[in-house]
């Protein structure tokens, strides 16, 4: 204790033992929430003791990996004679990492590679033989991904992709990436840049779709989009995206802005954007998102139109939020919400996927002490780990072709949007964790917004959910337990595309979709509670979702009529969109 205190001797008694239990408490918080924020190394300690005590199939597993080393060498002389290799291990097809031709017909890589693999596979093994846990497990298997991902034989210059590149320009290529390497060192703390932010400008080529900011409070900003057409439907939409990340994924870019399609399909839209937080927002909660949110919008939207009857369109976090206010509107007797749309939106968290290895309480735990230092988790920090979980695609894919090939990096829409991160109040934040993630409240039918229980029963309007395919953040099959929570009819839609570029996407040849029925029937099917059992009837159509919903929500916003006037006496326009709150 002496070394603690710099010297002064604080006794032993009751009150010095609590002090010194919290020091150490906190300096331990402090370590492991910096160098091991998702708690990889508690994971692959609890996974070696139970290994350690199945000898059984440790053995096992040390067998087969030294039966497959021992076979790589013949396979490796078949290569050479051009002949079947009969590989121990075979290569994941769909691994673009080593689809050169060296990998398979050079004896030399095809045994680099098939060293790699052989181990990767005997580390697997050894994971099962440690299994027991399913959030530790996970874990342990996580770490060990990246782990492999980081030291794939493809990350190095002897990758033949990056050699024939080195040869093709003469050696530049190595210079250019090496020059990239120091700016992403210095600059982005060793991580390469991904996108070309640069070729995109707010207002001009990305969040483009001309209109004006109607309202301004402490947390949102609410935009109305000029009309383009001669006539709208009666009922306006109101877009309620998340607040991680910015608006815009809904206004994303010309041909490829959701919003801008309903604009120019006979719809008033207004959307919700949400002030980026910081340190003076570490109290704000989920009420206050209500209040100042979804509701604070929903009464400008009713006062600038004059319609009593609003379609909500939301996506992920702020389906959410939008089902939460949608649940406690009907419960209060509230009929404003006339239809209710949610993209990717996660209404039961019993089942979330890879997310569940980064809301455990331990995990949790970390987090909240990384908020409590500055009173927000920064957007990079939630990057990071989402970055990490999926490494092999969002860092070693441009390791290689930034750092290593010298190529620029593309100027992709989706990356740029997700590359503008936002900050998350740590009360709100911590909240939504413990609450939804970790104890599944609101399914439950205990969650309390702003005074009133929820039950997402009491949403009684119709109801459009999209999930897509290869969603890792919102799995399709979560997403589809909404259809057995909402009072009202739902039509459930799985798209072609993940999290993101299943809501980016407008009509094109690769897009499809599966559904039951037709979204302008008078009467939608009763839905089955399995989604496997529901994918059994469904229908694939070649096209967007986008052009069904289109159907679909037209069926349920009323006549056709003249455009409202942009903003009211109450509400005059304030700025252009996209507004100030998108460039905090």
Sequence with gaps: MRALAGGVNLGSGPSTQFWSCSVLNHLQKKLTSSLDPIGWGPAVASVAGRAVKNPRAVAEATTDYAHRLANIPAAATRVWSARDPQAPVAPDPKDRRFSDAAWKENPAYFSLLQSYLATREYVEDLADAGAGDPVQDGKARQFANLMFDALAPSNFLINPGVLVRALDTGGASLFRGAKYAVEDVV???????????????????????????????????????????????????????PWINKYYILDLAPQRSLIEWAVQHNRTVFAISYRNPDESMHEITMDDYYRQGVSAALDVVEEITGSSRIEVLSICLGGAMAAMTAARMGKLGDERISAFTMLNTLLDYSEVGELALLTDPATLDRVEFRMSRQGFLSGNEMAGSFD??????????????????????????????????????????????????????????????????????????????????????????????????????????????????????????????????????????????????????????????????TAWSAKRAGDLVAPPAMGSAQHPPLCDAPGTYVFE
């Design 187 to 241: 600059h982005r703390k060793g991580l390469p840049l991904k996108v070309d932010r640069e070729a995109f400008t707010l207002g001009e080529n990305m969040a483009a779709t001309p209109g004006t900011v109607v309202f301004r409070n402490d947390l949102i900003e609410v935009i109305q989009y000029a009309p383009q057409t001669g006539e709208v439907h009666e009922i306006p939409i109101l877009a309620a995206p």
């Design 388 to 549: 990490m979980i999926r490494a092999r695609d969002l860092i070693f894919n441009y390791w290689v072709s930034r750092w290593m090939k010298g190529e620029k990096p593309a100027a992709f829409d989706i990356l740029a949007w997700n590359e503008d991160s936002t900050r998350m109040p740590a009360k709100m934040h911590s909240h939504y964790l413990r609450s939804l993630y970790g104890r599944n409240e609101l399914a439950r039918g205990v969650y309390e917004l702003d005074g009133e229980v929820l039950d997402l029963s009491d949403i009684t309007c119709d109801t459009y959910v999209v999930g897509a395919i290869n969603d890792h953040i919102v799995p399709w099959t979560s997403s589809y337990k909404a259809t057995g929570l909402l009072g009202g009819s739902v039509r459930y839609v799985l798209t072609s595309g993940g999290h993101v570029a299943g809501a980016v996407n407008p009509p094109s040849p690769k897009a499809w979709f599966d559904a039951v029925g037709t979204p302008d029937a008078d009467e939608l099917p009763k839905l089955p509670e399995d989604p496997k059992a529901w994918a059994e009837k469904t229908t694939r159509t070649t096209g967007s979702w986008w052009e069904d919903w």
